[in-house]
């Protein structure tokens, strides 16, 4: 819960337009730019490539196959353009 949801704080958005904004930026850093435990491959078996490295951290958007990276904060305010609706 952050506080734009939360009307007790200044944070909270006082437009529809705002919240939807503010909202489709935290999904996106935390779907491309997190990576989480619970995600990650282990890299141990027949096909090691890697020596020294057990797993490969994966965000939730690597998981559902629609990145094959982890992206940096700069990638994203570069890729996803504003919108105003």
Do not use: C
Request: hydrophobic share 35%.
């Amino acid at each position: 819960m952050n506080s734009r949801l939360i009307r007790k704080g200044l944070g909270f958005s006082k437009e529809l337009p705002m919240h939807r904004a503010a909202a489709g930026w935290e999904d996106a850093i935390y779907n491309l730019t997190r990576t989480h435990q619970s995600l990650r491959i282990d890299l141990t078996g027949p096909l090691d490539d890697q020596p020294g490295r057990r797993w490969e951290r994966r965000t939730p958007a690597m998981a559902a196959g629609l990145t094959d990276q982890v992206w940096s904060t700069e990638k994203l305010l570069r890729t996803v353009p504003a919108t105003n609706t």
